[in-house]
């Protein structure tokens, strides 16, 4: 079964601190994407890649960086959290393009204070 | 204007009960619609997908889509309680890489 792991599970940071989530598929695809999850606004593509050492800006990119320095693995970085990006963040890795099936990571709760 | 959207928010059903759950889309030039099923502290999983017009059906699960009203259906015959969990519309635009997701309908399946 298709495989997507986050690190860490849950972090708590501090305003303007330097925040890495980080993600590894064992799927061997070469899409992979980061989004928020917030109550209210459900799913948001903030970065996605795919290819390694290439990413993409989603819809919400605004605060966030991402790198890709393999297929398998995709950070998140946040340079200068802020309270304003306190929410879930998921991973996901997909074979194809805009029509494939996306298979999710468990998620990795951030709070910034 | 949200691309995707869903109703009912939430519901709640006994054991047994037919589900409907549904999503409207925006854009005309979708490629696919996927649902997805979300239980608290997980990531979502896929359960079911449809790209052409017409229905489709796997197990308990029914999905209906209508591309003229831009409307997808997801019916879940014989509920469970192990059914209680978000369901998420999830739509691919012509265009472009990625999906986008409405904010979900909360089901609760009552024994």
Known sequence: EAAVTQSPRSKVAVTGGKVTLSCHQTNNHDYMYWYRQDTGHGLRLIHYSYVADSTEKGDIPDGYKASRPSQENFSLILELASLSQTAVYFCASSSQGSYAEQFFGPGTRLTVL | ?111
């Open chain 2, 1 to 111: 204007q949200e691309k995707v959207q869903q109703s009912p928010e939430s519901l709640i059903v006994p054991e047994g009960a037919m589900v409907s759950l549904n999503c409207s889309f925006s854009d005309s030039a979708s490629q696919s619609i996927w649902w997805y099923q979300q239980h608290p502290g997980k990531g979502p999983k896929a359960l079911i997908s449809i790209f052409s017009n017409g229905n489709k059906k796997e197990g308990r699960l029914t999905v209906y889509l209508n591309r003229a009203s831009l409307h997808v259906s997801l019916h879940i015959k014989d509920s469970q309680p192990s059914d209680s969990a978000v369901y998420l519309c999830a739509v691919s635009i012509t265009g472009y890489q990625n999906f986008y997701f409405g904010k979900g309908t909360s089901l609760t399946v009552i024994p």
